[in-house]
């Protein structure tokens, strides 16, 4: 026989939960057992030295907590690297455990810099958050720091439901057992949404590569998708308004297309969007070819919890994605909302000229969107088109 004990948790900013989530873990005799999750977001970093004479490095970034680890993915020839990657970790004891960060260079593997920060700091701080600190790395170049956010929740257990499950009927009771079970998992990913891209990044990456020849540039690109593949369920169904997988085309406003799928489950409670390719996107200078990401944010608002990114195409005017993300958003709250598509080049940011090639506003109160899905082309439009 095997007892299990499955219990749900409600994510709390109080510290005093803290006490009692490590008592339970000390009463029951497991030490294996989590009391927080932490959550940290990797902007970027600067003035990173050299890993060889004359050469920018080539660095990416390893994060652990306890027996877990995490990395980013490698941004080429910079001392100032921008990864934008977030991750979530269980966290067994705040008081005593920390988050050991390494910045390595790809080619020489040697180490560019560390970071060691105590949990405890962070269980000070008011709501248990920090929000683009930067922090000065250790073992690295006098001026070189990292900019972080971190966010910690403890699990508190949530209210328990036994009186009202006692006085119903078992078909009642699995109704009931099985809503609440549904609500408490959406309350879970909604109270920190922060965690989402986390979550699906330590589900699984996918990789696709892709041989193109993009502008007059003859090229090899390989694009990861930073989310998993789509859920069993949306593979499933039939997408209405299935359109050519290329376009000839540069769009209205001449700057490129790109194709998006956008379907809603009503069940989940969850907007799917799929950004597959981009196709002609203007080539102004042979020697300055774009190298290419997509940016999602949920209008109105445009907070960071909605934001969502595509890894980098390097010297790419049509690259392929086919990278899959997911909002937990209501019926009511999808009618009154746009998804705002930006695509921007890396290069924009490195050169101090504007990274927006184009961008996209789609109004998700379409009900084919809740119904079967679309997938199509859209016209990539300036930056300031109203």
């Given at each position: 026989?095997?007892?299990?004990r499955?219990?749900?948790?409600?994510?709390?900013t109080?510290?005093n939960?803290?006490?009692?989530?490590?008592?339970?873990?000390?009463m029951?005799?497991?030490?294996?057992?989590?009391t927080?999750?932490?959550?940290i977001?990797?902007?970027?970093?600067?003035?990173?030295?050299?890993?060889?004479?004359?050469?920018?490095?080539?660095?990416?970034l390893?994060v652990s907590?306890?027996?877990?680890?995490?990395?980013?993915a490698?941004?080429?020839?910079?001392?100032a690297p921008?990864?934008?990657q977030?991750?979530?970790?269980?966290?067994?004891?705040?008081?005593?455990?920390s988050?050991?960060?390494?910045?390595?260079d790809q080619?020489?593997?040697?180490?560019l810099?560390?970071?060691?920060?105590?949990?405890?700091?962070?269980l000070?701080?008011?709501?248990?958050?920090i929000?683009?600190e930067?922090?000065?790395?250790?073992k690295?170049?006098?001026?070189?720091?990292?900019?972080?956010s971190m966010?910690?929740r403890?699990?508190?257990n949530?209210?328990s439901?036994e009186?009202e499950?006692?006085?119903?009927?078992?078909?009642?009771d699995?109704?009931?057992?099985?809503?609440?079970?549904?609500?408490?998992a959406?309350?879970?990913?909604?109270q920190d949404s922060?965690?989402?891209?986390?979550?699906?990044t330590a589900?699984?990456?996918?990789t696709?590569?892709?041989?193109?020849?993009?502008?007059t540039?003859?090229s090899?690109?390989?694009?990861s998708?930073?989310?998993p593949?789509?859920?069993?369920?949306?593979?499933d169904?039939t997408?209405?308004h299935r359109t050519?997988?290329?376009?000839?085309?540069?769009?209205?406003a001449?700057?490129?297309?790109?194709?998006?799928?956008?379907?809603y489950?009503v069940?989940?409670?969850?907007?799917?969007?799929?950004?597959?390719?981009?196709?002609?996107?203007?080539?102004?200078d042979?020697s300055?070819?774009?190298?290419?990401y997509?940016?999602?944010?949920?209008l109105?608002?445009r907070?960071k919890?909605s934001?969502?990114?595509?890894?980098?195409?390097?010297?790419?005017?049509n690259?392929?994605?086919d990278?899959?993300?997911e909002?937990?958003?209501?019926?009511?709250?999808?009618?009154?909302?746009e998804?705002?598509?930006?695509v921007a080049?890396?290069?924009?940011?490195?050169?101090?000229g504007?990274?927006?090639?184009?961008?996209?506003r789609?109004?998700?109160?379409?009900?084919?969107?809740s119904?079967q899905?679309i997938?199509?082309?859209?016209?990539?439009?300036?930056?300031?088109?109203e």
């Amino acid at each position: 026989m095997v007892h299990l004990r499955l219990a749900w948790m409600t994510l709390s900013t109080d510290r005093n939960d803290l006490s009692a989530a490590l008592a339970e873990t000390q009463m029951l005799r497991v030490t294996s057992m989590s009391t927080a999750i932490l959550t940290i977001f990797i902007d970027s970093a600067k003035n990173l030295p050299q890993a060889r004479p004359q050469s920018k490095p080539d660095p990416f970034l390893i994060v652990s907590v306890g027996k877990k680890q995490e990395q980013t993915a490698v941004q080429m020839r910079t001392d100032a690297p921008v990864w934008e990657q977030g991750f979530t970790f269980l966290v067994a004891n705040p008081e005593n455990d920390s988050v050991q960060l390494r910045i390595v260079d790809q080619k020489t593997e040697k180490e560019l810099g560390q970071l060691s920060y105590q949990l405890s700091s962070l269980l000070t701080k008011g709501n248990l958050d920090i929000s683009s600190e930067p922090f000065t790395l250790q073992k690295s170049g006098p001026v070189s720091k990292i900019v972080l956010s971190m966010s910690l929740r403890i699990l508190k257990n949530a209210p328990s439901l036994e009186d009202e499950v006692e006085s119903t009927k078992s078909t009642v009771d699995s109704s009931l057992s099985r809503t609440d079970s549904v609500t408490s998992a959406a309350q879970l990913s909604k109270q920190d949404s922060r965690m989402s891209m986390g979550q699906l990044t330590a589900g699984g990456e996918t990789t696709a590569s892709l041989q193109e020849e993009p502008c007059t540039v003859s090229s090899t690109a390989t694009v990861s998708s930073a989310t998993p593949p789509a859920t069993p369920e949306y593979r499933d169904s039939t997408l209405i308004h299935r359109t050519s997988s290329t376009t000839s085309s540069a769009g209205f406003a001449g700057l490129g297309r790109i194709q998006l799928t956008l379907r809603y489950s009503v069940q989940r409670q969850r907007l799917i969007v799929i950004v597959h390719k981009i196709m002609n996107i203007p080539l102004k200078d042979p020697s300055n070819v774009p190298d290419p990401y997509v940016k999602l944010y949920l209008l109105p608002g445009r907070s960071k919890e909605s934001k969502r990114k595509t890894n980098v195409a390097k010297d790419n005017c049509n690259p392929v994605y086919d990278a899959t993300f997911e909002y937990i958003i209501s019926t009511a709250e999808l009618i009154g909302s746009e998804l705002e598509v930006t695509v921007a080049t890396q290069k924009g940011f490195l050169s101090g000229g504007s990274p927006v090639i184009g961008i996209v506003r789609v109004p998700l109160n379409d009900n084919e969107i809740s119904q079967q899905g679309i997938t199509t082309w859209y016209d990539l439009l300036p930056e300031n088109y109203e």
